[in-house]
């Protein structure tokens, strides 16, 4: 079967640094992949990892451990607008998609 | 505003009722995705399409019927529905059914649908 872990949420202030780990299980490994989710919106893209290493995009980064099984995000120069859900996701053996449980973090000002 | 659009955003509809949730994109993408997330939980798979095929139906209830009638459609019948069915409804798609995260899934804003 395949599961990820996360935690349920995390709270910063603005422009802090926040770290969101994801430690997975699965029966194959096609990379990891996180999405954004605001409140009423849709999820979104923010990046992926298919092998180990850090991988940088702006303020964003996502880090990937595959001799761990882990992942995290992190989050640089914190804004108010990145109060959102993030989920980490995989790919299963059968071609679909699976999410983590989501974690809502919170930015204070 | 996404790609991937979805209508209506709202929908209220008694059991007895018959609906239609529609998607559609035009970003040429070969793979769509129906997903049903209720409120602080992950989006759920419900169904995808490759290739216009039904290549995944995650063992939904018949009350569901998905259909798509060509490359940038998809649309989600609804019939009978019980209360519990209530939640956001995502259509997504990808540029193609590769279990690769860099063909993202590309999400719409979703329908969210009230069985009263």
Known sequence: ???????????????????????????????????????????????YNALDGLEETGRFSSFL????????????ELQMKDSASYFCAAWDQGGKLIFGQGTELSVKP | ????????????????????????QHMGHRAMYWYKQKAKKPPELMFVYSYEKLSINESVPSRF?????????????????????SALYLCASSQGP???????????????LSIL
């Open chain 1, 65 to 76: 451990s595959r001799s761990d099984s882990y992942g995290y995000l992190l989050l640089q």
């Open chain 2, 98 to 112: 590769s279990r690769s995260g860099n063909q993202p899934q590309h999400f719409g804003d979703g329908t969210r």
């Open chain 2, 1 to 24: 505003d996404t790609e991937v659009t979805q209508t209506p955003k709202h929908l209220v509809m008694g059991m007895t009722n018959k609906k239609s949730l529609k998607c559609e």
């Open chain 1, 1 to 47: 079967g395949q599961s990820l872990e996360q935690p349920s949420e995390v709270t910063a202030v603005e422009g802090a640094i926040v770290q969101i780990n994801c430690t997975y299980q699965t029966s194959g490994f096609y990379g990891l992949s996180w999405y954004q989710q605001h409140d009423g919106g849709a999820p979104t893209f923010l990046s």
């Open chain 2, 65 to 85: 019927s998905p259909e798509c009638p060509n490359s940038s459609l998809l649309n989600l019948h609804l019939h009978a529905l019980q209360p519990e069915d």
